[in-house]
Nanobody, 127 residues
Framework: QVQLVESGGGLVQPGGSLRLSCAAS????????MGWFRQAPGKEREFVAA????????LSAASVKGRFAISRDNDKESVYLQMNSLKPEDTAVYYCAQGSAEYYSSTGRNNYGMDYWGKGTLVTVSS
C-alpha cells in the first residue's frame, strides 16, 4: 500500500522561503518518479515539478521555474520542494505524488504519469 505524507507547509511572508517534504512508503522508491502539484482555492490542481527515479531529470512549471527546486533522497525515501521568493499567488494546498514508472511524462499526459497522491499540506503566503 503506497503512502505519501507531506510536511513543511505553513504561513510565510512574501519573498520568504519554505521547504516541503514528502515521505513515501509501499513501493521501491527509486523505481518511481515523484512530483509536486498544487491547488489554490477555487482553482484546478496544477503541476509544479517532477523528478525522475534516479534524480537525474527534473521538470518545473514555468510559473515556478527559477524559484522552486525539486529534489529527492532515495536513501530516506523522500522528495522535497524548496520554495524561494514566494508570492501570494503561490498560496495553495501542495500535494506530493508518485509516478507509476521511473520517468514522468514530460508532455503532462495522465497527470505527468503520477498514480498515487498524498493528502496535501497548506502553504499560505501572506503579510
Amino acid at each position: 500500500q503506497v503512502q505519501l505524507v507531506e510536511s513543511g507547509g505553513g504561513l510565510v511572508q512574501p519573498g520568504g522561503s519554505l521547504r516541503l517534504s514528502c515521505a513515501a512508503s509501499g513501493r521501491t522508491f527509486s523505481d518511481h518518479a515523484m512530483g509536486w502539484f498544487r491547488q489554490a482555492p477555487g482553482k484546478e490542481r496544477e503541476f509544479v515539478a517532477a523528478i525522475s527515479g534516479d534524480g537525474g531529470r527534473t521538470l518545473s512549471a514555468a510559473s515556478v521555474k527559477g524559484r522552486f527546486a525539486i529534489s529527492r533522497d532515495n536513501d530516506k525515501e523522500s522528495v522535497y520542494l524548496q520554495m524561494n521568493s514566494l508570492k501570494p499567488e503561490d498560496t495553495a494546498v501542495y500535494y506530493c505524488a508518485q509516478g507509476s514508472a521511473e520517468y514522468y511524462s514530460s508532455t503532462g499526459r495522465n497527470n505527468y504519469g503520477m498514480d498515487y497522491w498524498g493528502k496535501g499540506t497548506l502553504v499560505t503566503v501572506s503579510s
